[in-house]
């Protein structure tokens, strides 16, 4: 009684020969042809069902009926002005060098600086911020640098700003076209004479930009909400505009704030949305209307959207101890105020400690010279702290505190359990706490 | 940017807001002999002026939803006072919805009111004469105002004006015809006995007291930290 025979299986001869079978047709399955054993390997090994590179193409090269040989040859560049000859490998064809220019040449290109003469100088350039020599000078910095002006000015002898010397060049220029010129209309369409340089315009422009590029991510948000919200505003005024008296009075001048924003001069105003165009067909309504402790809760979660839950749950807890309603019994606008405003000095306080408890642990870790070993002591010594700190908060008794509220405060405390603290006694939380040391753990 | 200084023009009727303090909640007595299983208590669920001032200036009408429970459970009222009386055993939630009148504000106003009808303190007998009463103060809030709803409510005692911006006129108050109105506020109402007071000064001042102590403690921490920095400097410069 054989185990296999039980199992149904055939006996161990029979299986050899069948594997024996199998085995020579797997071989010639997995022989490689053309390439290495390693190199069929890596591009995964068992040819696909479904090849997607011939093998048997990979180290065949198309038949070609030309003769190809590779020289080394010299060649010049017609960017050149000086007959400089290099010398480069050259793909030769039926002994036949290519012909033409150095294929990179095209790519020379520089700008047309125009030049003046000295007596065009005299006539029409003069100017008394810029010397002839300066103007030479800047002249020819932007040939040489096809009108780069930021290397320009970073190249040119006497301090000049950026605007400066682009006024400079592009005045000359344009004066000195439109004087070349037979008459002034063959001139007019030349860009530099159309369209012509505005300093002021250009500093004002960059200010801005760099403004803009410099705000911090706060900013962008809080003006991309402003513009958005103006958006929202603009469009249901034209909406109610439609409908509104005609002699609401409306000033047009324009505050400080947006003077201030002002992109540049180019940007004009546009009165015309302020006007009206109808005279009123029905009243218009307040647009908005909430209920004021629904405003505080907003504001309230806007003001600790940087806080985490627990950070939320001791405010909370503060508050309670200061004997305030965590939500106003009378919510009057004032009351509101005052309300936000408590919330948001108590988060700076929470902050302070938490800064102070990090300090007073980074300056223990400090005095007992286990610098080294500092993550894990630091960690630890800043647990206990934290734990110290919760008791200093009822130590600075705020307001009146009854015995008994005191005692199931602590008790609550004691609940994560750290048996090993010392200061975790209740005749503990009246004294000051000493500083856990990294030495006690 | 040019939205920006489309602001700064409408900035003097942005700010502008008018705020009307109201009260809601109710009163529920309990009905003693007279309780039957399905109908222990009377309550009356109500919107009045924190000051009982009649609030018909500005609500033209109130909708009381109730439980899926009662009998036609909508329950519209067109008038001040705006309250519901109904009888029942069961606590729920009631949504009050505000309708305010066209030159005050098309969109509605949603308050939610949880029906009390036991006292908090279980253990004491129950009175037929004292009801239980839980009200909530708020203040509904009326930004940008059209002239018509600042001209309209201007002096009226129900509603907390706002000052205006300097220059600015209004057209006269139109007059209204004052003997055909019922009276809609809520001085002599049957429950006023029972209406509790709100006074923010109270409330003020605790929060008065309360940003003084944090402050302080403020004020505290903030020496303590630079006296720790300072001990700790030398050993920063390693």
Redesign the interface.
Known sequence: MDAKDILGLPKTPLSITQEKKSRPQKDSQRKPDGISREVYALTGGVAPLMPSIDVSQLKRRPPSDEKITWQWLPFTSSARKDNLQLYHWVRVVNGVPPTGDYSFAKYNKSVDVIRYTDEEYEKHLTDPKWTKEETDQLFDLCERFDLRFIIIADRFPTPRTVEELKDRYYSVSRTILVARAPSPGEVAGHPLVKEPYNVTQEIERKRALSMVLSQTKHQERKDAEVLAEAKRIAESRMAARAAEEPDLPIASDIGPESAERAVGPGDTISPSNVQVPAPAAAPSTSLRVYLRTYALEQMVQAASSSAGLRTIKRVEQTLQDLEVNLKPKVPTKAVCAEHLELRKEILTLLNLQKQLQYKEAEGSSFRDGSYGDMPGSAKRSQRAADQDRTFVLDTISFGVIPGDRGVKREQKRKGPGRASETSSSPAGAHKRPRKMKASDL | ????????????M?DVE??V?IVYGNAAFWLGKKASEYQSHKWTVYVRGATNEDLSVVVKRAVFQLHSSFNNPTRIVESAPFELTESGWGEFEIAITLF?H??????P?N?YHHLKLYPEDESGPMSTKKPVVVES?????????????LARVQNHPAVTFPRLPA??TLPPPVPQDESKRKRGDTKDHPLSQWFLN???A???L??????Q???T??A???R??SL??G??QP?KS?
């Open positions: 940017m040019f939205f920006f200084c489309m602001i700064i023009v409408q900035k003097k942005k008018i705020s303090p305010f066209n030159y005050v504000c098309e969109k106003l308050l103060y708020d203040e509904v809030v009326f930004t940008e105002p059209s002239e018509s709803f220059g600015f709100f006074s923010e109270d409330e003020l605790q929060l008065a007291a309360a940003r102590q944090v402050q403690h403020i505290k921490l903030r303590q930290i720790t920095d001990q700790n050993f390693l």
